[in-house]
Structure formats: C-alpha cells, structure tokens
C-alpha cells in the first residue's frame, strides 16, 4: 500500500512540475503548510478566543484576532517570498562512485523583489542557504551522493523558506532535468595494465610533439598560437608554425585487454587507479578500451577526458 501511494505521488508531481532545465516558481509549484511554531501560534490564538468568550473580555479577544490578522499576513508573506524565483541547470562537478559530486543551480530572483533566505539542497546532500536580491541571480554548488559508476539522476531539488516569521514553511520540488558524472571508484593494486613504454623506443610523435624542435611549416588555420614563430614574422619572413617531436618512450596505454583477470567493473576501476597513478607522475598515457581510444596526454583535462570514458564505458545513453 505503502509504495502503491509514493508512486501515485510521483506520478501526481511529475504531471504538476515536469522535468525541466528551466523552472519559474508559481502557485502551480508552491506547496506551503504551518510549521510546529506555526500549529503553536494557531492553539494560542484559539485559547486566547475561548478565553475571551469564557470571560467576555473584548481585549483578550481582540489580542486574538490580532494573532490570527498575523498568521494569514504570514501567509501571503511566506508564499511571496518563494514566487517568482527561477531556478536553471547549471554545470557538474564529477566524483569517483561511492564518494559525492556536485550539481550547480543557478537561483535567479526573475523579478523586482527580494528573495530571503531560501534553503536548497539535493536528496542526501547538504543544504545550503542564500538570498537573492532584484534582478539578480546567484550560482551555487550542492553536493549529492554518487551511489554508482554513470550519469547519477539526483531526483528532485528542494527548495524551501520560512522567511518572514517562521510560522510557515513554502516549499517546492523541482525536477532540473540534471544529472552528475560518477567515475569508477579506483581499485588500487597490481602491475600497471598499460602497453607501450621502453617497446617504443626510438619511435618519434610528430603531430603532437612538444620536447625537441623539427624545424617550421607555414601557418595552417587553426594551428595554436603558441606554436607560431612570432619572432621571425616580427622580422618579416612571414607566419610559419613550429613543429615539435615527442619520443613515444615513456608513454603509456592503459588497455582494457591487460586486465583479463578481472571482471569488468573491476577493470574499469583498476584502471581508474592507474590514470590517477600515472597522472601523479606525470606520465602520459592514453586508454585502450573496446572501441574507444584516446591518445596519450597529460594534464586535468586529459584525465578528465579518459576518467569520462571509463565512467560512461557499456552505458546506455541515459545512464
């Protein structure tokens, strides 16, 4: 009975707030409901009417509609202060699977009021709280657990505000359509399972080089600036372009087919440890996986670049 209801539920908000990179707060998406100090305020309000009634006291009275004035006033406030905010999928933060990642929403206030201490976070993560101010809009990285290797769907963002008097609590549960990045947790251990290394010796890189200099070509569009000769066509001998050889000694392929032993998931993981190791040292490497290949490199994004790949390797396109 118990799950037939939370599917109900889900398929009930999924038709009332559909997924969207794009979401604008309004009376649609806004749910609100007393607090504890709000049932509180309310019984103190209704004791004091009694009272009044029990002893035809018009100030007792008084006070209590005064009570009551202030909670529907809160109300509106409450409401307000959450309608009209616009929320946006922003950019991602990867991290290994079992650890936690970070998904990027970016709050805009989407009108000429302020937005007061509004409180947002991922199920499972840390909330955070901000205030945005007319016309503004405001970036913030929350955090969520990566349960598995793969795009993660972090459900629902939470969004809620007992902004002005606490006796409220407006909220909404908004679908950013977002999803993390989880690489392979690294398995550490073993012989490194690459290929290359001292069996290239002798053998040069000339495309890509950047340790012993080749001589000049002319400037092909789209060769790096970096690699154009400026001095010389400062003197006038026109716009040439640097090559440079790179020994092919030393670097490495981490392959697929080193790890027979292991099952998948654990080869994906091995792997994941060595392109950290290899990385630490400062050696390139590329990745040899079934039908995907990336050349040898160095540097955050090239490990970014293959801990992508291996964390996306056999996934469909939704995972």
Known sequence: MRARLRQWYARWLRRRIPPAQRVALDRRRIFIFPTGYGFLFLAIAAMLFIGGINYENNLIMAFSFLLTSLFVMAI????????GVVLRAGGQEPGFAGGRGSLEVVVDAGDRRWHRSLWLRWPGGHQRELSVGPGEEISTLLDLP???RGRVDPNRLRIHSRYPLGLLRAWSLVDLDHRCLAWPRPLPGGACPASGGSTDQGQRNADAGSDDFRGLRAYVRGDSLRLVD????ARGQGLN???FSDPVEGRRWLDWDQLPE??????????AWWVLELDRQNTAYGLL?????????????????????????GLGEGD
């Open 76 to 83: 509106f406030h409450t409401y307000r202060n959450l309608s």
């Open 230 to 233: 400026w001095k010389a066509y």
């Open 262 to 271: 292991l099952a998948p998931e654990y080869r994906l993981q091995r792997l």
């Open 146 to 148: 990566l349960p598995r």
């Open 289 to 313: 996986l079934p039908g995907v290949v990336l050349d040898p490199g160095q540097g955050p994004n090239h490990r970014r670049a293959i801990l992508e790949a291996l964390a996306l390797y």
């Open 241 to 243: 372009t640097k090559l």
